[in-house]
Structure formats: C-alpha cells, structure tokens
C-alpha cells in the first residue's frame, strides 16, 4: 500500500528544504501531497519563488497521512505556530502516532510552541533550543524519538529525507540505492528511540 505525506508549506517556507524532502520521498515512491496553510495555492518561498501547492490544508483536515512534514523558513514557521488549523492536524496525526517531521526552525517554533514536543528528544536549526523548554535538544543532524524525526537544517535535508522515506517504507535497500544515486554517500537510518 502506497504511503501518503503532506508536507505544509506556508508563505515564507524554505524552499530548498521543502523541493529535497519531496524529491526524495517521490523517487521512493511515496505519495506527497503539498498543503497549503493559507487560503490560497500560490505561494511564495523564503527566497520568493512562486511555488503551488496542491490543496488546501482546510480541504483536507479530515484526512489522515502517514506522515506531516513541516520545513521551517522563519516567517512559515512563525505563520504555522499561530494557525490553528495547522496545530490540529499536526495534533491529530501525533495522536495517531503518524510520522511528524519537522525540519530547521519548525520543531521550534511550530511544535515546541504548541506544546507538540511533549518531551521527545529533537533538533532544530540555530540556537533555537535555547528558548524552549517542552522537549530534550540533542545536536545532530537527524533525530528520532518515536514517531518524531526532527532535521537539523538545509544541510541536513537530504540525510532527513532519506530517514522519512525508511521509516514509511521499511526498505534499507532501496533508501541505500537512492541515497548512493541522489546524494553519493553511504545513508545511514539514525538509531530510532521508542
């Protein structure tokens, strides 16, 4: 059964990060579907790149994916930490124990924020950590506590991508292949904490 993430993308979102996350997890063959937390489909990125989602987030509140991935860019993150539609089904997908991805500032600013960290162990861009208190800080690259797989940065989106895309599919080969082809390094999935 194929695998289905939303990544959210609101004005201001880091662009590299998001295009990485969606490419590698679309060469896996993972469905992604890219929902705006506005009320419009176009956007514009961090560096103003136009850029369309392909819903709505309000349009798809209802539904449940296997993973909600948040890239950060400060002005979308500070956007989504307010936006309560974007806290609910961060909050709904959390409780069902789907896949939270949170990358650069977001784990910051969009989880820790709302209380969403609920103690689990994460990274996020920055000194960020420095002004939260809701969640233990643990500086690498990549993170995983649970169903939580937080990312550094930009410089980390490739090794966050690869590790999102192992934990939906479960396939250390082709995650390997991919990241030899894509990124000519040898990937290896962090140790996951439950």
Known sequence: MTK?????????FEEAEAVI???VLRRMEIEVELLSCQDRLELR???QIRMFAD???ERRMDQLYDAVVIPGGPQATAAMAENELVVEFIRRHDRAAKLICPLCSAAARVLAAN?????RRYVCSGDLHQEIEDGTYVAERVVEDGNLISGQGLGAAFDFAFTVAYRLTGDRTTTQEQAVHIYHENWQAPQAVH
């Not at 289905?4 to 201001?12: R, Y």
């Not at 209380?115 to 103690?119: E, F, N, P, R, Y």
């Open 115 to 119: 209380k969403l960290l609920q103690g």
């Open 4 to 12: 289905k993430v939303a990544v959210l993308l609101s004005e201001g």
């Open 45 to 47: 990125s961090y560096h």
């Open 21 to 23: 996350v969606i490419d």
């Open 55 to 57: 819903a709505l987030l």
